[in-house]
Nanobody, 125 residues
């Protein structure tokens, strides 16, 4: 199993920025991808961005392209989500997750096997 810890959430004004971090520890299985999901009250959990750990290849959902950037550190144990030009619609609980899956542009929760507890992002208008 993999333990994931998210940090960096908070409250910002529209147009502001936040940087989320997801640190992985207690790695015992094979994974190749780390992703960010978000879920607002009453809404389904949606994939935001993901990165393939070995290659660094990244994908984004259309609503965040050009505003969010996913990256990994040199040790490939921490993944970041830089969020710029934030909008009220970005308000949600953000979760990081890891899994083993083929290259694909879209992700769903069932693709991932280990999850963090989430960090809240609130964007006011």
């Amino acid at each position: 199993q993999v333990q994931l810890v998210e940090s960096g959430g908070g409250s910002v004004q529209a147009g502001g920025s936040l940087r989320l971090s997801c640190a992985a520890s207690r790695y015992t299985g094979s994974v190749n991808c780390m992703g960010w999901f978000r879920q607002a009250p009453g809404k389904e959990r949606e994939g935001v961005a993901h990165i393939y750990i070995g290659s660094g290849r990244t994908y984004y959902t259309n609503s965040v392209k050009g505003r969010f950037t996913i990256s990994q550190d040199n040790a490939k144990s921490t993944v970041y989500l830089q969020m710029d030009s934030l909008k009220p619609d970005d308000t949600a609980m953000y979760y990081c997750a890891v899994g083993l899956l083929p290259y694909q542009p879209n992700i769903v929760p069932a693709d991932f096997t280990s999850w963090g507890q989430g960090t809240q992002v609130t964007v006011s208008s």
